[in-house]
């Protein structure tokens, strides 16, 4: 059910920051929009109230705008929380001037910019944002229900699913690799986490054929492209395998190493 607010005010508390931030979205008489409260899990929200702001500090945003919720910026956070009310962009009968995201950080700049530059690489068309860091007031704020998430919102509803299929450019030129493993021997020094035997593993598969797969190395398009060339997918839990969903394939044959 996707809602329009007139006369909306988005205030998130400047110092707050981390993975629930302190952010509302106000109608015109100062109510609080139980609609824009962004959601971790089904019991846990990724928001908490404040107090509306002072009228001195809001600046007035002009035109029409979805509301997307939080801008995450780890990789897979992105995928599946900041991108999860984009699906309303095909169920909208209105020019907007874009969508405006509070920012789970305060430094924010660099990390938007690159993560919807890479976006656009894999999907189209690309995405007018702007990162609410100050008080705005926009003439209409157009709020449709958060369409994924982690734990079990990661199943995402049907809506959002179509809107990733639908979007998702899938003319990459195929790499000719059909197994692909997905590996984080690449990433120790930087997760600071893997598993025993790894590399050994990695040996073996090589001897069945597989691809050895570093995607922290690749752009999002070259990741893409390799995913959708391949038949057989495989590596250790991980963020990697958001990406690897986004290619909607049912045909696709994937293994998770816990």
Known sequence: ?????????????????????????????????????????????ATKPRTYPRENRIKELPGT???????FPAFGHFLCETLSRLWALDHIDEPIEGVLFFPVY???????AQLFGQLAEIMDPAINYKICDEFYRVDKLIIPPQGSGVGRLLLSSPEMREYITTHLKRDFKLTGHDKIYISRTGQFDKIGR???????????????GYFIFHPQDHSW????RHYQSATH????????????????RADLNVGVIQ
Not at 106 to 112: D, L, Q, R, T, Y
Not at 194 to 208: I, Q, Y
Not at 221 to 224: G, L, R
Not at 233 to 248: A, E, K, Q, R, Y
Request: charged share 30%.
């Open 65 to 71: 705008w979805l509301y997307g919720g939080r801008f």
């Open 1 to 45: 059910d996707i809602i329009t607010v007139k006369k909306a005010v988005l205030a998130k508390t400047p110092r707050s920051q981390g993975w629930r931030i302190a952010a509302s979205v106000f109608d015109e008489d100062r109510n609080a929009v139980p609609e824009a409260v962004c959601w971790i899990s089904r019991q846990q929200t």
């Open 221 to 224: 398009e070259d990741q893409m």
């Open 233 to 248: 997918i495989l590596g250790p839990d991980g963020s990697p395998f958001h990406m690897v969903n986004f290619t909607g």
């Open 106 to 112: 305060n430094e924010h700049k660099e990390s938007a």
């Open 194 to 208: 893997g598993f025993l035997g790894e590399k050994r593993l990695e040996e073996l598969l090589e001897a069945e």
